[in-house]
């Protein structure tokens, strides 16, 4: 039989969440250029202070496809990604809000029964393609507009940030 790169992965990052914070370390570290890092209230730790997140690591947390219109795009379109409940219990973060930072260091705060209840997407992936900086990239929270209408406000159109680079769990 032969594992995959991407199953042993999933299945070290699943050994993390079944053994908790007395496996320090157990969660890989990055191979390829770190897209993500999550501070805060984290058990699972690859680095000091956070948990940092390539983006096949993330991937290997099994994508995930939101089609969906948004404010900002023209029609529906295909993202693919991964979910952050997901994301979140990979590194064991407990809290009940989730801070968001971007690139150019906007900052939103998120609760966590948004991430819980309300099925958003971390987008890595736009019409099956990596996303790019400049399409909003690498990582965009996207809530699905299109299957709950009574989300298009301001504020949940404010709380889907795009070219995250951190989130703090609190």
């Known amino acids: 039989m032969r594992v995959s790169r991407r199953g042993v992965l ?4 699943l050994l993390g969440l079944v053994a908790g914070p007395a496996m320090a ?6 191979k390829g250029k770190v897209i993500l ?3 805060g209230n984290i058990a ?3 680095a000091p202070d956070a948990a940092e997140f390539d983006a ?8 995930v496809e939101l089609v969906t219109r948004t404010p900002w795009t023209e029609g529906e379109v295909r993202f693919s990604g991964v979910s952050p409940k997901a994301l979140l219990a990979a590194v064991g973060a407990a809290g009940s809000t989730v801070d968001a930072v971007a690139l150019n260091d906007y900052r939103v705060e998120i609760p966590m029964r948004d991430i819980d209840t309300l099925g958003p997407l971390l987008a890595t992936r736009i019409d ?3 996303m790019r900086v400049r399409d909003k990239g690498p990582l ?8 709950r209408p009574e989300l298009d406000t301001i504020e949940y159109q404010s709380r889907s940030i795009w070219q995250i680079k951190t989130l703090v769990v609190r």
């Open 44 to 46: 699972q730790r690859n």
């Open 140 to 147: 965009w929270l996207v809530y699905p507009w299109s299957q």
């Open 37 to 39: 890092r999550i501070e």
């Open 128 to 130: 099956g393609r990596p």
């Open 56 to 63: 096949e690591m993330l991937e290997s947390l099994g994508l």
């Open 10 to 13: 999933a299945g070290l990052m």
């Open 25 to 30: 370390g157990a969660l890989p570290v990055p």
